[in-house]
């Protein structure tokens, strides 16, 4: 047996030591500057002896029953009746007489709901930063920069790719609702 613990460890191993460690910490069996200790061990282990070492005065996995970790029951998507197609709403009028670009385009309150969720930390941070820099240049009296735009332009930018994905995957299974 001692030349199995003498053996190379696998990710998988590291991985599953880890998942042993979270679920100790979650017990209250390790703080978390221990836990970090060993986790750092844990990933750094070479063989299984190594890894025995981190888990060696803790206590099996304990049964379901007994545990005090409740498992996440998965839950099943909520259903949701196919959208039926929307009547054609009024077009809304740009001054100029034109419609406006994406009216028309009905949008699922559930794709609004998610987007929403996507938006909201982003307008947060906005919220907070831009103040910040206005007062800023208001005390200084002069503007080297607009620096919340470093933290907003590349978070607004991946945020508007998944509101664009948002939009189409739902804009997709509209146009598939309409064609049955």
């Known amino acids: 047996m001692d030349g199995q613990r003498e053996m190379r460890a696998a990710d998988r191993d590291r991985e599953a030591t880890a998942e042993r460690l979270r679920v100790a910490l979650e017990e209250g069996r390790l703080g978390l500057h221990e836990y970090d200790e060993r986790l750092?061990?844990?990933?750094?282990?070479?063989?299984?002896?190594?890894?025995?070492?981190?888990?060696?005065?803790?206590?099996?996995?304990?049964?379901?029953?007994?545990?005090?970790?409740?498992?996440?029951?998965?839950?099943?998507?909520?259903?949701?009746?196919?959208?039926?197609?929307?009547?054609?709403?009024?077009?809304?009028?740009?001054?100029g007489g034109e419609p406006a670009a994406g009216a028309g385009t009905p949008v699922a309150p559930d794709t609004r709901s998610r987007l929403l969720g996507l938006w909201m930390p982003w307008l947060r941070v906005a919220a907070l930063l831009l103040p910040i820099w206005l007062i800023s240049v208001i005390a200084t009296g002069h503007t080297a920069g607009v620096w919340p735009l470093w933290v907003l332009g590349p978070w607004g930018?991946?945020?508007?790719?998944?509101?664009?994905?948002?939009?189409g995957v739902d804009h997709g299974r509209n146009r598939d609702d309409r064609h049955r």
């Open 40 to 95: 750092a061990r844990a990933y750094g282990a070479r063989t299984y002896a190594d890894l025995d070492e981190v888990v060696a005065d803790l206590p099996g996995p304990a049964p379901a029953e007994r545990s005090a970790v409740v498992p996440a029951t998965p839950t099943p998507p909520p259903a949701t009746p196919p959208l039926a197609p929307a009547p054609p709403a009024p077009a809304a009028a740009v001054p």
């Open 157 to 167: 930018g991946l945020v508007l790719m998944q509101s664009v994905g948002l939009i």
